[in-house]
C-alpha cells in the first residue's frame, strides 16, 4: 500500500524553486569543506513524532489523518513499518530513531511485549535490508506507563527498577541487532517533585548504578554504539536529575561514567533549561563530550516543549558553527524531534516540515562554513584575549603566577583599560553573511 500517494521522491530544485515539495537549499551531495552535506548533517526523522503522534494535546483530541490509523495492535505496528520507510525513502533521508513502545505495542507482560518487539525489528530489518537509511539511535520508552510514576532508574520501587533493566537490556540487543550507530538514554521520569518524599541520595545513586549495568551490559553483547544522555530540566517531573549539560556532567563526573557517555542535545531542551542552543552545544563540545542533536525550537512565548521544525536561521547557523568546530557529529546525527502543529494535520505536512528543517540546517551548515573559513569570530576571540598571550597574561595561563606576583603587578597602576565587546557589530557581519550566503 502507499500511505503518501500525493508525495513523489523529494529532490533539491535550488533557491529559486517554488516547488513546496524540493529542497532549496539541502543538496545531499553538495560538498562543503571536504564532505557532502548529507555527510554532515546526517538527517534522522523521529518514529514517535512522525509516525505515532496524532496531535492530541491537553486541551483537545487528535487532528492527524493518517492512513494507517484505521489498523490496531500488531497489525498498527506493521503498518506504520510500511509507511515509515516510504517516507524516509520519499525524502531520501539516511537515518530514523525510534523508542521501543513507538514500534510495537506493549502485552501482558514483558515477555509478551519482547515477542512483539522482536517480530516488528525483524520486519525493520527485513526493510532496512533493502534500502539505504540506517538506525541513528534507539531508547526505552520509560516514562508513558502509570509503572513509571514514581520515576523509572529512580524509582522507590525496586520491581520497576528490574523492570527498567530488563527494558533496556532488550533495547541494547535491538540496538545490535539493528546496528544503531548510538543509544539514547532520556530520563523522562528520573526526577522529583517534591523533596519531602524523596531520598535524592539514594536516587541518584541507582540511577549511576543503573547506568555503569547499562554499560556493563554493551560490553557483555558486543554492542559499540555510542552511549548518549540527553538533557532536560523539567516535564514531566518539576526537576530532573539531568538538568542541562552541565549537570549532567558533573554527574557523569562524579560516578566516573563520562568516559562511556556523550550528549544528545535538544534545541528545546535547552531553551527550557534557560540556555541558547548553542550554549548547550558549547558546552559539550568544549569538553569533548558533544554527541548527536535533537533538532527543534522552541517558542519563546510558551513556556513548555513545543517541539516545533526547526526554521529559525540564526539558531541553526550557530548549531552548525558548533557542530563543525567539533570537527562534526561523529556517530550522531540531526534527529528531528518535532513535531507538526496541531492544525497541520494532513500526511503532506509531514514533508513540508521536514523540508523546511532540512533547508534550515543545510543553510546554517554553508553560512558556519564561510564564517569558519573566514576566521570570522575566531579572529575578534584573538583579539580580545590577546593579553593572555604575553606579560602578566602568559604568566597567568603558563601556571606562573600567583596571588603575590599579581599583587605586585597590579598595585601601583593608576588605569584599566577595557575595549568594547562589539555585540552589535558582530550581529550585523553575522546577518550579513546570512543574507549573502
Known sequence: MEYF???????????DSRNPLAFKYYNPQEVVGGKTMEEHLRFSVAYWH???????????????????????GMDLAKARVEAAFEFFEKLNVPYFAFHDRDIAPEGETLRETNKNLDEITALIKEYMQSSKVKLLWNTA???????????????????????????????????????????????????????LNTDLQLEL????????????????????????????????????????????????????LDRSFKFNIEANHATLAGHTFQHELRWARINGMLGSVDANQGDYLLGWDTDEFPTDLYETTLAMYEILKNGGLG????????????????????FYAHIAGMDSFAKGLKVAHRLIEDGVLEEVLTH?????????????????????????????????QNESGRQEKLKSILNQYLLEA
Open 5 to 15: 500517494k500525493n508525495v513523489g521522491t523529494i529532490s533539491y530544485e535550488g533557491k
Open 205 to 256: 545513586d541507582n540511577l549511576a548504578r543503573f547506568l555503569q549495568m547499562a554499560v556493563d551490559y554493551a560490553r557483555e553483547i558486543g554492542y559499540t554504539g555510542q552511549f548518549l544522555i540527553e538533557p532536560k530540566p523539567k516535564e514531566p517531573t518539576k526537576h530532573q536529575y539531568d538538568y542541562d549539560v552541565a549537570s549532567a556532567m558533573s554527574f557523569l563526573q562524579k560516578y566516573g
Open 384 to 416: 580580545r584575549y590577546r593579553s593572555f598571550r604575553e606579560g602578566i597574561g602568559l604568566d597567568i595561563v603558563s601556571g606562573k603566577a600567583d596571588f603575590r606576583t599579581l599583587e605586585a603587578y597590579i598595585l601601583d597602576k593608576k588605569e584599566i
Open 331 to 350: 556517530s550522531g546525527g540531526l534527529n528531528f524531534d518535532a513535531k507538526l502543529r496541531r492544525p497541520s494535520f494532513e500526511p503532506e505536512d509531514l
Open 141 to 195: 520508552n520509560m516514562f508513558t506507563h502509570p509503572r513509571f510514576v514514581h520515576g523509572a532508574a529512580t524509582s522507590c520501587n525496586a520491581d520497576v527498577f528490574a523492570y527498567c533493566a530488563a527494558q533496556v537490556k532488550k533495547g541494547l540487543e535491538t540496538a545490535k541487532e539493528l546496528g544503531a550507530e548510538n543509544y539514547v538514554f532520556w530520563g523522562g521520569r528520573e526526577g522529583y517533585e517534591t523533596l
Open 50 to 72: 512522525t509516525f505515532t503522534a496524532d496531535g492530541t494535546d491537553p486541551f483537545g483530541q487528535g487532528t492527524m489523518l493518517r492512513a494507517w490509523d484505521r489498523y490496531s
